[in-house]
């Protein structure tokens, strides 16, 4: 990684990192859905639109869907990147920590507003 004063090498990180995210992701929801349309991860019943009936109810349905919205934000992240906007809060402005990045790399928001964000929805 370059120093963090350098914004190309910082972008290029960014771009690298969500690429790889996307990639794993993307392969974890073909995975999933072959599962889930093949039976491999349910039970015998065949369901509505050849989808397999499941001992777990919508469980694998419930993974599908959060695989594809993970798929969404890292899009969304990418679109951000690529206006010139990526890594910035949309709270507060200011960078968003390169590590908070690294373990979220769709993140909106840094630590100290996404905190103050949960605290106020905890007190409703």
Same mark, same amino acid.
Request: hydrophobic share 35%; with cysteine; aromatic share 4%.
């Given at each position: 990684?370059? *120093? *963090?004063?350098? *914004?190309?090498?910082?972008?290029?990180? @960014?771009?690298? @990192?969500?690429?790889?995210? #996307?990639?794993?992701?993307?392969?974890? =929801?073909?995975?999933?859905?072959?599962?889930?349309? $093949? %039976? &491999? &991860?349910?039970?015998? $019943?065949? %369901?509505?639109?050849?989808?397999?009936? $499941? #001992?777990? %109810? %919508?469980?694998?349905? &419930?993974? !599908?869907?959060? @695989?594809?919205?993970?798929?969404?934000?890292?899009?969304?992240?990418?679109?951000?990147?690529?206006?010139?906007? =990526?890594? !910035? /809060? &949309?709270? /507060?402005?200011?960078?968003?920590?390169?590590?908070? @990045?690294?373990?979220? *790399?769709?993140?909106?928001? /840094?630590?100290? /507003?996404?905190?103050?964000?949960?605290? #106020?929805?905890?007190?409703?």
């Amino acid at each position: 990684m370059g *120093p *963090p004063d350098n *914004p190309e090498a910082r972008r290029a990180e @960014l771009n690298a @990192l969500l690429m790889t995210r #996307r990639r794993e992701t993307e392969s974890r =929801y073909r995975q999933a859905l072959e599962q889930q349309q $093949s %039976g &491999a &991860a349910a039970g015998d $019943s065949e %369901g509505v639109h050849g989808w397999k009936a $499941s #001992r777990e %109810g %919508g469980a694998e349905v &419930a993974v !599908l869907e959060a @695989l594809d919205q993970t798929l969404r934000q890292i899009d969304a992240a990418l679109a951000r990147l690529h206006a010139g906007r =990526y890594g !910035l /809060c &949309a709270a /507060c402005g200011e960078p968003i920590p390169l590590p908070r @990045l690294r373990a979220v *790399p769709f993140a909106t928001h /840094c630590v100290a /507003c996404q905190t103050g964000q949960e605290n #106020r929805g905890a007190k409703r």
